[in-house]
């Protein structure tokens, strides 16, 4: 079960950092101007070399990938809220319980210093030295 637990945990991790490593890719790549209709077209430049680090990916392909991003984070938001929702009783119930408990408690010790005040013998004055009383 434990075992179960660390393999799935490192599987999220491993999802999460792949994908942390792909959008950071994306975004230092340089990304080429596309021409519009309305611009006059440019001079033809002299095409670079490129190597398979300098790969850009198509507008479509970079839509694909932040909408599964979204998707993919939305799921995992999903799942999360799905777990809070279903503690959401059990912890307002811990709530509750320790409110009764306080409640009890203060209930408690006002019977208890009510009942000692209630039940101590009368207390005769101390005599302090030096001093007098007169009646």
């Known amino acids: 079960m434990m075992r179960r637990q660390q393999r799935n945990q490192c599987q999220q991790s491993r999802f999460f950092y792949e994908l942390l490593a792909l959008v950071l890719n994306l975004l ?3 990304t080429m101007p596309l021409p519009f ?6 001079p ?3 095409p670079l070399p490129r190597t398979a680090s300098m790969t850009t ?10 909408l599964g991003i979204s998707i993919s984070l939305m799921l995992c938001g999903s799942v999360t809220f799905f777990i809070g ?11 509750m319980v320790c409110y009764v408990v306080g409640i009890v408690s203060t209930v408690s ?23 007098s009383y007169e009646r």
């Open 44 to 46: 033809e430049r002299i």
């Open 109 to 131: 010790m006002l019977g208890r210093s009510i009942l000692c005040y209630a039940m101590a013998p009368p207390s005769r004055r101390k005599d302090i030295p030096g001093c």
């Open 57 to 66: 990916i198509p507008p479509a392909g970079f839509a694909w990938l932040m």
């Open 37 to 42: 209709s309305d611009q006059p077209a440019a």
């Open 28 to 30: 230092r790549l340089p």
């Open 85 to 95: 929702f279903m503690l959401m009783p059990w912890v307002l119930g811990l709530v």
